[in-house]
């Protein structure tokens, strides 16, 4: 099968200044990003993979370097049109579910469908369609506070999914919870990757990365190696984190 690219970037460089000291975090970095995949980054703490992941979704400047979205630059995108591009393009979930603590489940994964120009009516209806999915529709009316970890990082699902967009980033988003709610959060994703959702996962956890169809592993800000894992299977859980296991330790 020919996979699609949805995102290329081509000779990708972040330095961070602090102070007089320039630190090289992301290194002349060449790579594709495929519609069909569920790609997950990983690497050792401090090798880049968070700021791989914020200049790939355009949340971060690129110090230099290419990154294309179709035939489009994503590192020329300013102001209006970089905002435009993030809103209705992509979706972005964080460790922690980032809810706006006085607003209600559904009108924090509203609210940005609001932003990005469907009608309050419109984003709300399609809102209790994606909690309906994701098993919150009991929880609509109640507050982040009032819901547990799981249930306010399903609703930050829902919110980076309410503008349908191309690609799905995360960073580390079972990274704060237990191992039950971990587990709801890939099947979440698992079912999204298999309803084809392009994803970008950055994890440290085996079981995590099992669920991607390919990894890439970041060392020193470079990719260290490519790994085309084919889609998840329940039965090929074990295989698969032995695989993972092997090959990012002969990598380390
Ligand atoms: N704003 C910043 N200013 C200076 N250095 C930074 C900044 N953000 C990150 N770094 C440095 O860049 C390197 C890569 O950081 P990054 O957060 O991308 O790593 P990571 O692989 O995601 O790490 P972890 O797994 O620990 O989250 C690290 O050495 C970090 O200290």
Do not use: W
């Not at 060449?30 to 703490?45: A, E, H, N, P, R």
């Not at 309803?195 to 970041?218: E, P």
Request: charged fraction near 20%; glycine fraction near 10%.
């Amino acid at each position: 099968m020919t996979k699609n690219v949805m995102l290329r970037a081509v000779n990708l460089c972040k330095t961070y200044m602090t102070g007089k000291e320039q630190y090289h975090a992301i290194r002349n970095i060449d790579l594709s990003i495929y519609q069909q995949d569920f790609t997950v980054i990983m690497g050792d703490s401090g090798s880049g993979k968070s700021t791989l992941l914020y200049l790939l979704s355009g949340l971060d400047s690129v110090t230099a370097g290419e990154i294309y979205v179709g035939d489009k630059r994503l590192d020329e995108l300013k102001g209006n049109a970089l905002a435009a591009y993030r809103a209705s393009q992509i979706g972005f979930v964080y460790q922690s579910s980032n809810l706006i603590p006085d607003l209600s489940l559904l009108e924090n994964i509203a609210l940005p469908g609001y932003i990005n120009g469907r009608s309050k009516a419109e984003a709300r209806k399609h809102a209790l369609k994606l909690m309906e999915e994701l098993k919150l529709s009991k929880q609509a009316s109640r507050l982040p506070s009032e819901v547990s970890g799981g249930q306010q990082q399903r609703a930050a699902i829902a919110r980076a999914l309410i503008n349908e967009p191309k690609l799905l980033f995360a960073d580390e988003p079972t990274g704060s919870l237990n191992y039950e709610q971990g587990v709801a959060v890939l099947d979440i994703l698992t079912a999204m990757h298999e309803r084809g959702q392009c994803i970008l996962m950055v994890t440290h956890d085996i079981k995590a990365a099992c669920r991607g169809s390919r990894l890439i592993y970041i060392r020193d800000g470079k990719i260290g190696g490519t790994l085309d894992m084919g889609p998840y299977t329940p039965e090929q859980t074990s295989a698969r984190e032995e695989m993972i296991f092997a090959y990012v330790t002969g990598r380390g």
